[in-house]
């Protein structure tokens, strides 16, 4: 008998485990019973798409006689369905840097945050003369956002631009920040100073380089400051509590949301339960599985503003002229995905069975433990860059193709299949492939956990050993 894994009692599909007689790739779908056309595919519970052609017991089911059933938005009932996690006073801990205002960072940089683009070679030229010089051991790295805003940009997108850069100054991982600027941008110091708030002068430092005869001496001058400041914080040992992770995917295959995903779930449940703070994002997946995290909000008023993130982004897919269900992409499709649906439901996972207890939009910072839902769009770098200027400290990144991307922090991945993991280890941080093999979750779930603590340590990620750090802002309007 051909080994296939039927997900929930309720699918009229299995996904394939092995090669078959069939013919049916290993991670596709095969039909359980007769699906005539039109009539819902289920897997997962839920329908991921109805059938364009009549398919038979045993049949290939994929985009060829599968397509999906999403369009526009949609009128939603409040119908709560979630246990609170059980609280975990286990004590456990991690290595982790104080910052003044009571923060926690786990890496402690000396980041260089342009206030706009044009400062984007002299803050790289200063960072690399820096660099030269040496760092000490507690000073990890030294890291430019480069981008390409600040300026020419209105409404939205401006303020949007100068929330991400605000956040990555005061984001923990930093030891020391500093923001050039050049002097004549939308994004004047001064505006950018107040929007920022309050801040440690030791710890950040700004610079307005039309100020100065020479901009790379000054930039010397203040970034030897920071590098010195820095250096006299050393880890001590945190609770849990304060660890705050970001959740994300990319490059999924179909053994995405059965294996990662899962594992991913679980760990965020295993922090929110000690009073940690987990953060899910890409709107755009999850659509089509949506009424899960619904379902799972604390309250009427977080359900309202749930929804309002997930029409508001169909209503921009719309005033594009694009439709709603215009995703998977290609590689996600090799690997067993067939609609938005499917990619969805097997996205959800991420957020494990933690209560749904915050919405916050693009730009905004995490405001309570457990799990919040940010407004973003499924895009790796500008979704990983949202999650780290929310607050994260690191971001769990699953994958079944397997990507290089870092960003403004660790992104351990996690690999969907063990031989995406064996092909690709100097990418690959964690194999949840296992799952697939006779390991169950509660040991593989429990390792997990272990090894994301020792990263919050200081273990370094494989973007990290890489020297892969990248950084992008969602635009969204116009630019002049």
Request: charge should be negative.
């Amino acid at each position: 008998m051909n080994e296939t894994l039927k997900i929930n009692e309720r699918d009229n599909v299995a996904v394939a485990l092995s090669e078959n007689e069939s013919g049916v790739p290993v991670g596709h779908k095969l039909a359980l019973v007769p699906i005539a056309k039109g009539e819902p595919v289920i897997k997962y519970g839920y329908p991921i798409g109805t059938a364009s052609a009549a398919i038979q017991a045993g049949e290939w089911v994929h985009d060829h006689n599968v397509k999906t059933a999403l369009s526009g938005t949609l009128e939603y009932n409040y119908e709560p369905n979630f246990q609170p996690l059980e609280i975990i006073n286990d004590e456990r801990s991690f290595m982790g840097y104080p910052r003044a205002n009571g923060d926690v960072g786990i890496r402690n940089e000396l980041w260089i945050i342009p206030a706009v683009g044009c400062v984007n070679g002299l803050a790289e030229k200063a960072a690399a003369k820096l660099r030269a010089e040496g760092l000490p051991d507690n000073v990890e790295d030294i890291v430019v956002f480069s981008h390409p805003y600040g300026c020419s940009q209105l409404g939205d997108d401006h303020e949007a631009s100068r929330k991400i850069l605000a956040d990555l100054v005061r984001h923990p991982n930093a030891g020391g920040v500093l923001v050039v600027g050049l002097g004549c941008e939308n994004n004047t110091m001064e505006a950018f100073k107040e929007l920022i708030g309050p801040v440690d002068g030791s710890r950040v430092k700004f610079l307005i380089t039309q100020d100065v005869e020479d901009e790379l001496v000054e930039c010397g001058k203040l970034l030897r400051e920071l590098r010195d400041n820095a250096v006299s914080v050393q880890r001590e040992p945190m609770p849990v509590s304060k660890l705050r992770i970001g959740l994300k995917c990319g490059g999924s295959d179909a053994f995405s949301g059965l294996t990662a995903n899962s594992l991913v779930g679980a760990a965020s449940d295993r922090l929110i339960a000690r009073g940690g703070s987990a953060v899910l994002t890409e709107i755009p997946e999850a659509f089509g599985a949506e009424t899960i995290l619904f379902n799972r909000c604390v309250n009427e008023k977080v359900f309202n503003r749930a929804v309002e993130v997930v029409n508001d982004f169909k209503n921009y897919f719309i005033s594009h002229g694009e439709p709603v269900g215009e995703n998977p992409s290609p590689g996600n499709k090799e690997g067993g995905i067939t609609t938005l649906e499917d990619k969805s439901l097997g996205c959800v996972q991420k957020g494990g069975l933690a209560p749904l207890t915050d919405v916050i939009r693009y730009g905004e910072r995490i405001k309570s433990d457990g799990l919040t839902l940010l407004e973003g769009p499924g895009n790796d770098i500008v979704a990983v860059t949202a999650l780290a200027a929310s607050g994260c400290l690191m971001v769990l990144f699953t994958t079944g193709r397997g990507t290089p991307l870092g960003g403004p922090v660790p992104v351990v991945k996690i690999s969907s299949n063990t031989a995406l993991a064996e092909r690709k280890k100097n990418w690959t941080d964690y194999n949840a492939g296992v799952l697939l093999e006779g390991k169950a979750m509660a040991e593989v779930g429990d390792a997990f956990f272990d090894f994301l603590l020792d990263t919050a340590s200081g273990l370094l990620t494989r973007n990290e050993e890489n020297g892969y750090r990248d950084f992008a802002i969602w635009k969204q309007g116009v630019t002049l």
